[in-house]
């Protein structure tokens, strides 16, 4: 199964790969302003502040109850951080100039 997911994931850069150079491309292009990254912290802010809030609910149930249902809903939550995370780690590489 894990042998799939790699496939499929390699097979997904391996097509996505000209549409991110292009898009990297036009991003390059028109620059971002500081208030655009003040704009993105904010949001940015504003939205792991709100999850943290959730996702430390959902974290501490799991460690005071643990079953299989917390730890799937702790998992769930980690997933999510960790996306949040890379969402927002790719849109903060705009401004690094």
Known sequence: MKT?????????FAF???????????????????ADAEAFLAAAEKDLFAFSIEAGQAFWVNSTYLIDDTDALAAR???????KS???ALEAAKFQN
């Open 4 to 12: 799939a997911a790699s496939v499929l994931a390699i097979a997904a």
């Open 16 to 34: 996505a790969s000209p549409a991110i150079a292009n898009h990297h491309e036009k991003a390059e292009m028109a620059a971002p302003t500081a």
């Open 77 to 83: 939550y980690g997933a999510i951080g960790t996306e």
């Open 86 to 88: 890379v969402k927002y």
